[in-house]
């Protein structure tokens, strides 16, 4: 099994703008790691560079212990999985498969001892014998992994395998490349744009916006513990509400609520001073337990899910909090909530199905007090509490 060690690197096409802007971070043997983030944000083009398709401006790319930063593709022993596939379509699936192993000069007998191998692991056995064009989407990707696993490198790279299959198929797809991983135990890096693929995948996530890496760390620390208004805003779904608030002793303010807060959840910022306040929909509950800081809200939109309910209501918003949110969180808000409408904005509760609201109806929502997340409102880094 083999490591990998990214170095301060950098990455510039145009000379100016950095795609990749000083990032430095070390993959684990056996590690399954993914990349996450927006388009653009540089996950790509940090495959690319551990592929050596693209080679860094400055920094070092390190496999092994060994510098491969100047060493070109086919010397580094990675396989690499894309997005589209890249199936040749004259070629049947066994010989897909094999392609790698033949153009290496790999004996005849090799190649078909290998083939077979990876076909009775990938349920393809009974397809060895068909073209690409007879196949579905998910028969496709595995032949495109089996060829990446038949050539048995030290690293995997797949660059949103997933993304071109139907929703259902992605899930069911998830849980067999997890169940591969376990088996081969081999070091694979996975760059997706879908933080639900990343948080159930990841034994580690990265999390990269602009070009810049905002936090490395495990699922559950990403959703639990993110790093800065950014990652909080990205990883959960729906994302989690964002209000400006300020911080008056042992009472918070924000959207017209004010709330009990306990010494030890508070953050260490002065009384009146303007911060960032984050509580996930999840966090937001119907029925409320000792302790609880409870909101008196009324429902502006109800949206079923079926095994859960989203209840939007409307806070009270100062005439610059939209944009100060969305400066914090280094992004517009992503589209998934009905729009604010006059001088307030919505928020959301996921609720259960069984809870009988409707549109104008009132209800009171509780929160615990150490659910509460606390950000700097300039730039958007979490403030440490207790």
């Known amino acids: 099994m083999t490591s990998i060690e990214l170095d301060h690197v950098v ?44 080679r860094p401006s400055s920094g070092a790319v390190r496999m092994g212990g060994d510098d491969v930063t100047a060493l070109e593709p086919r ?100 849980a067999e490349l997890e169940q591969l991983h376990h088996r081969l135990g081999v070091t694979t890096v996975y760059v997706t744009h879908d933080q639900v693929e990343a948080m159930t995948l990841g034994s580690r996530v990265a999390v990269l916006h602009g070009g810049e890496l905002q936090q490395v760390a495990t699922p559950h620390e990403l959703y639990a513990r993110p790093a800065n208004a950014f990652v909080a805003a990205f990883i959960g779904s729906p994302p989690m509400n964002f209000a400006v608030g300020t911080l008056r002793g042992d009472v918070l303010e924000f959207g017209g609520f004010k709330l009990g807060v306990i010494d030890r959840t508070r953050p260490p910022v002065h009384d009146g001073e303007r911060i960032l306040v984050g509580i996930r929909p999840e966090d937001l509950r119907a029925e409320a337990a000792p302790g609880d800081c409870v909101l008196s809200v009324q429902c502006a939109v109800r949206q079923d899910l079926g095994a859960d309910v989203l209840v939007f209501f409307g806070v009270s918003s100062g005439p610059d909090e939209t944009a100060e949110i969305s400066h914090a969180t280094f992004a517009e808000e992503r589209g998934t909530r009905p729009a604010a409408t006059g001088a307030e904005r919505l928020l959301c509760a996921r609720v259960p199905p069984a809870l009988p609201v409707r549109p104008g109806d009132r209800l009171e929502l509780a929160v615990r007090p150490e659910a509460l997340h606390y950000f700097d409102l300039a730039g958007g880094t979490r403030f440490k509490t207790g």
């Open 11 to 54: 990455m510039r096409y145009d000379g100016t703008r950095a795609a990749v802007d000083d990032v430095s971070l070390t993959v684990e043997e056996g590690e399954f790691f993914v990349l996450v983030g927006p388009s653009g944000c540089g996950k790509s083009t940090l495959l690319r560079l551990l592929a050596g398709l693209e």
């Open 75 to 174: 010397l580094r022993d990675v396989a690499m999985v894309f997005q589209n596939y890249a199936i040749y379509p004259h070629m049947t699936v066994r010989a897909n498969l094999g392609y790698g192993l033949r153009v290496r000069g790999t004996g005849k007998r090799e190649i078909a001892a290998r083939v077979d191998e990876v076909a009775d692991l990938l349920g393809l056995g009974e397809l060895l014998g068909r073209r690409p064009a007879t196949l579905s989407g998910g028969q496709l990707q595995r032949v495109a992994m089996g060829r990446a696993i038949a050539r048995r490198p030290r690293v995997y790279l797949m660059d949103e395998p997933l993304s071109n299959l139907d929703a259902k198929l992605r899930v069911s797809m998830r």
